[in-house]
């Protein structure tokens, strides 16, 4: 079974990394542009998010903890994806707020050992990306300028 795990620091509250993960705009701000879901998630809220023609993938909410976690299951997404667990923990931190990020993917997944190292190297820029728009005030989501 694969698992993609990170920690990285992000100088601001817990709260304002909260929004970033639980709001259209917060995830509109660092992962891609193109996100489709209710205005306020919820256990149950679907999340639709195309990255152009190369990449689409939809993912349930499983779990919200507030200020603390935010869980995704894969759904309608690429096969090696499906049914695959994400999560990000928030805790305080003396600098601001320590993310937890960890991908489970489901047993018996199709994955090789390239794509492996892609999802982990594009989760490494993308939640760089995440502690961009908390910190400076804006990321590079998919389709942004900072990443066409």
Known sequence: ???IKHMLIIRTP???VYLALT???GLRGWWTVDVQTDD???VGSIIHFRFGNAFASDMSVEALKHNQLVKWKGLDVPPA???SEFSFELVGDPLGTK???TQVYAEGAPLSEDDYGSFTYNWGWYLRSLKDL???GAGAPFGSA???
């Open 99 to 101: 993310l937890r990020f």
């Open 134 to 136: 908390c910190e400076k």
């Open 14 to 16: 817990p709260e304002e």
């Open 1 to 3: 079974m694969y698992v």
């Open 23 to 25: 709001t259209p705009n």
């Open 40 to 42: 306020k998630l919820h």
């Open 146 to 148: 900072g990443n066409p």
């Open 81 to 83: 994806w499906l049914n």
